[in-house]
């Protein structure tokens, strides 16, 4: 034991100072406070029908209908118990207070991809440092995309367990890329685990390249082989999660669409899909961020603007005589109104840039200059990839290829997030640049020739932008003319004045441009002091490496506390009550019918959450709704609400809010259609634009429009409408519903339940019967004449099926670290 602590004595103090660090930047957590992430709070409002029941019955339910009238509850959470990486997720998101504990796992999992690249332990750290405090994963932290985050922590100890893998340290390596992937894939974030896989990719290829070359094809092959399996392994062990997401993948609003009217439109333009997933594309200049951070104003904000010392402010106030609450109030309705904000990129907004550090940027440079690796060009082949993808329809020429051609590409939006790869690999270049500088062979003149031009190229760019912003930027948005205009409007034809206003703004955004950019160079002569002292022996190389990494933690850290600082964390007794009853809420709530949903109007009915917090809701928020549902939004409720559909969904509750005076107004929907009913005639429908056209305009408790596939499992002539038969909800589970009915002869029923049939059964008396869609989206079957009790029971198999993969696959894992470790160990007593 001593002989272990005495090899690891480095390592450890290192990750004793991780610790150390994680804990004085969010030293809130020491205090009992909790990052307040919207989208965390969003998560816990989606979750609580799920919770409540899983505190109830000691298990969560598969299905919850808190929102979208209902949808699978393992598509917001699910424990997914028989996979072993759950616990291993677990472990980083639970020992630790939030997020300290992500932070670690990018930290010590970097220097783990650092260590083993053969760095030096200290500049190891530095590495893990300069990657973990990237802003987008701090970005990330504050506004709650935990998950995100967590999968980005998983990237680099995936990639040294492939390392070590093509070393020929076939089982070690295998393993671990196998328990790291398999962590990743738990993660829960696809986007993420795609972009990488990605870049895995390529890294192959560039390895087979090079061993068809040295011709060690053999030898290469094996290891892929053994990677091969540990990709396998990780699938197995993720086979539920995997599973059903991909079965519900096909059913969501990033599928195909169902009505050929809209796929038409498609045709005629941008495809709304395509418009979804680029959204949130990366502007070109934009990537200048990467070494200045706000260069383009950083996050939406007005912080800076409504500072007395700012132009914008100076220029309003003479609007309002100098009154403070006066000018922050109407530059506050200026960047609301009329976008008139520091951020002036092309996305439609943002909470943070993509800073990778200043002396980072000019290492990466460095890099491209000395390092002889093979791995620059993987590295550099990614790079650019990934930042030409980033760039979505500022770029379609490349992002469309992707888009339409790349298997599974389509399905994910936000495409600027691939920079998070991107992320990763300019610390890797730009430490393995350090490494170079430190061992090479090459004539100390030549090396120091580079180090000038890389902080020429980098500095001087800088330099430039600090001396003469506006020779490469405009510092103005696509649509300030038309700003310009509105404002004029506004000011009631006063153009001088609105001009003076704008003119304002640009001078605010260089100003801050201005001063990032004198700080970035600042910075970089920093590094390259150090980088020269470092090949000119002027100081010993852990001395450097400490004096480097303190520089790359003043600089990252100063940034990220931009975005994410104290006043992000709150109690945890006031984050539980972030979202607080109405009264109408409150009132609601006393209707003790177990099942009936609420439209509420007072809030963006179909992109939040909180109404999902105390009510099953006809809205809510979720990324991947189900497509039926989304079109359902866009043709019934888009343009006006349709009551018709609302009866269907039995919407019992309509909350709205007075724009007058803002209270809360409650009207209880007296023709909701129940829980379940008896219609008098079918209409068939030939297509979903036949079928979405009827629900326009129909009575949906007297007739049922279904689509004509289903109508072998509708007998005509068995059927009969009769004013003594009834049919009625007994019992309410989220996944479990159970109703009761007498009828005199076959009936037809609706029951005001999502349509989806990968995993909904439906028995009658115990035996398991058809049933169909109608309304399309609700269910309905044909039922036989008499006094029955009718169940429907959630059981996917996709779900239960993947879970006992998911064990099997975590035997396995184990069994094969457990060998690697003994393997290992025995080698090294051998040895």
Known sequence: MNNWLKANGIHLAIIGFFVIICFVYFSPVLQGKAPAQSDVIQAKA???????????????????????????????????????????????????????????????????????????????????????????????????????????????????????????????????????????????????????????????????????????????????????????????????????????????????SNLTSVAAEAGQGISKEKEYAYAWSQGVGESFTFLIPDLYGGATSITELVKPESNMYKAVSELTGGDPNQTGTIIQDLAGNLGMQQYWGEKPGTSGGYYFGAIVCFLFVFGLFIVRSHLKWWILATSILFLLLSFGKNLPFISDLFFDYFPLYNKFRAVESILAVVGLMVPVLAFLAVKEAMETKLDQKEVIKKLIWSAGITGGFALIVALVPTLFFSFKTNNHNEIVQALTQGLQNNAEMAHRIANALVEDRIAIARADAIRAFLFILVGFGLIWALITKKMTANFVFILLGLAVLIDMWQVDRRYLNNSNFVSKIDLENQIQPRDVDTFIMSDKDPDFRVLDLAVNTFSEASTSQFHKTVGGYHAAKLKRYQELIEKQFSKSINQDVLDMLNTKYIITKDPQNGSYKMQRNETAAGHAWIVQNVQFAKDADEEMKAINSFDPKKEAIVDIRYRNLIDAKRVGADPTASIKLESYHPDHLVYSYSAPRDIIAVFSEIYYDKGWNMYVDGKQKPYFRADYVLRAAQLEAGNHKVEFKFEPVSYYMGEKISLAGSILLLAGLGFAFYSENKKKKVA
């Open 46 to 256: 989606m979750q609580k029908e799920i919770m409540d029941y899983k505190a109830k019955d000691g298990k969560a339910p598969l299905w919850t209908n808190q929102m979208f009238g209902g949808m699978p509850a393992y598509q917001i959470w699910a424990q997914h118990a028989y996979n072993g990486a759950t616990y291993g997720i677990q472990l980083v998101t639970k020992t630790f207070p939030a997020p300290t504990g992500v932070v670690l796992l990018l930290l010590i999992g970097t220097y783990f991809l650092f260590i083993v690249l053969r760095l030096n332990p200290f500049l190891a750290a530095v590495g893990a440092i300069a990657f973990a405090f990237t802003t987008y994963n701090f970005v990330l932290l504050a506004t709650g995309h935990s998950n995100k985050a967590l999968a980005i922590g998983f990237f680099a100890p995936i990639l040294a367990g492939i390392l070590l893998t093509l070393r020929g340290r076939l089982l070690l390596g295998a393993s671990l890329t196998a328990l790291f992937l398999a962590l990743e894939i738990r993660a829960n974030h696809v986007q993420m685990t795609y972009y990488l896989g990605i870049s895995i990719l390529i890294f192959i290829g560039i390895e087979i390249y090079h061993a068809y070359k040295a011709k060690t094809l053999p030898q290469v092959g094996k290891s892929i082989g053994y990677l091969a399996g540990a990709l396998v392994l990780a699938l197995m062990v993720n086979a539920g999660l995997l599973w059903t997401t991909s079965e519900y993948a096909k059913e969501t609003n990033r599928g195909k």
